[in-house]
């Protein structure tokens, strides 16, 4: 199975996912409604589609609370902060500098938590062996998603059936059954 060499390459990955037309509003959208840890998730799609193999079970449950608790106690605090700013920031130079200076922050902290991500993929034993992608893809989302936990609903439904269309599944639908109704999804 190959190693997750440098966290710079999972960094690159997560950011050019982030980039996918349409992701950076449904990331959003699992933040705000889900409190997913954007950084989280997407270093962990990143690992599956890069021929790393799936989530384990186990390293999701070691992966979330660590990436939760870092989102509720530090980066959602400097998120409210920065979008505390925002109107302010539209008249005042000096706000404006300041939440520009948040964001540079909240960015380190994004950081910060993926390097933790990727410390703690580096293990063999953290991944599954790797088999087709776009199944270690779904399987690492679902085992993320069940660690949070994340409870079903329609919306977090049709909020996963974007972010699959976001990376380009062809069959969303399915992935979406797959991640949220465990089908075929060990």
Known sequence: MPAIVDSESAWQGMVEL????????????????????????????WSARAGHGPLTVAAAAAVAPDAER????????????????????????????LRRDLLTRELALERFVQQRVVHLLRPDDARDAPGDAGRDCRATVARYLAAIPVQDSPELRADLRQFFLALGDTAPDRAVSEVVGGESVP
């Open 18 to 45: 982030y980039a996918l037309p349409g992701m950076t509003e449904v990331c959003l959208r699992l933040q705000d409604r889900y409190g997913v840890s954007v950084s989280t998730l997407l270093t962990l799609v």
């Open 70 to 97: 870092l989102e509720r106690d530090v980066l959602r605090p400097y998120r409210h902060a920065r979008n505390g700013l925002r109107g302010l920031a539209r008249q005042d130079e000096a706000a404006a500098d």
